[in-house]
C-alpha cells in the first residue's frame, strides 16, 4: 500500500507541475479573456437598455391609447345612460297617451246612445219649430163667417159670389195667394 500511495503522490506532482505551467500561460491569456467578455456583456447591457426603454415609450403610447379608449367607453356609457332614461320618458307619454285614449274611446261608446237621442230630440224639436212657425190660416172670428152676394146679369143670369173671410195666425207669411 504505501507503494501505491507514492505513485499517486507522483502522478499529483506531475500534474501540478503541469497546472503551474499552465497556470502561468493562462494568466497570462486570462485577462484578455475577461475582458473580452466584459465588453460582449457591457453590449449585451447597452443593447438590452435600449431596448428596455423602446418598450417603456411603446408601453406608454399603449397606455395614452388606453386611457383614450377608456374616455370614449365613457362618453358611451353616458350618452346610453341619457338615451335609456330619455326613452324611459317617452315610455310613459306614450302610456299615458294611451290611456287618455282608452278613456276617450269608451266615453264615445257610452255617449254613442246619448248622441243618438240627442240627436232624435233636435229633429223633433225642429219638426215642432217649423209646425209652430207656419201660417196658419183661418176663418176671422173663429167660425165660417161668410157672405154670398147675389148679382144680376144683363143676359138674366145671376151671379152667385161667395167670400170668405180669412186672416194668418201663425208666424209665417201666406204665399198661397201670392196676389192677394
Not at 503541469?18 to 493562462?26: E, F, L, M, R
Not at 163667417?145 to 143670369?157: A, L, T, V, W, Y
Amino acid at each position: 500500500m504505501p507503494n501505491e500511495s507514492d505513485s499517486n503522490d507522483a502522478a499529483d506532482d506531475a500534474k501540478q507541475s503541469k497546472t503551474g505551467s499552465n497556470a502561468d500561460k493562462s494568466s497570462k491569456e486570462q485577462p484578455t479573456i475577461a475582458q473580452e467578455m466584459r465588453r460582449d456583456f457591457r453590449w449585451f447591457e447597452f443593447g438590452s437598455l435600449i431596448i428596455n426603454a423602446v418598450l417603456v415609450v411603446v408601453g406608454m403610447y399603449a397606455l395614452h391609447i388606453y386611457s383614450g379608449q377608456l374616455d370614449q367607453m365613457k362618453s358611451s356609457v353616458n350618452q346610453t345612460e341619457r338615451a335609456v332614461i330619455l326613452n324611459m320618458g317617452q315610455l310613459a307619454i306614450a302610456n299615458r297617451n294611451a290611456k287618455v285614449s282608452e278613456d276617450t274611446l269608451a266615453e264615445m261608446k257610452k255617449g254613442g246612445t246619448d248622441t243618438h237621442n240627442l240627436a232624435v230630440a233636435a229633429d223633433t224639436a225642429n219638426q215642432q219649430s217649423k209646425a209652430a212657425a207656419r201660417p196658419w190660416i183661418g176663418p176671422v172670428g173663429g167660425g165660417p163667417h161668410s157672405d154670398i152676394r147675389f148679382e144680376p146679369q144683363k143676359n138674366g143670369e145671376i151671379e152667385a159670389t161667395y167670400i170668405w173671410r180669412l186672416n194668418n195666425s201663425g208666424k209665417r207669411p201666406r204665399s198661397l195667394c201670392p196676389g192677394i
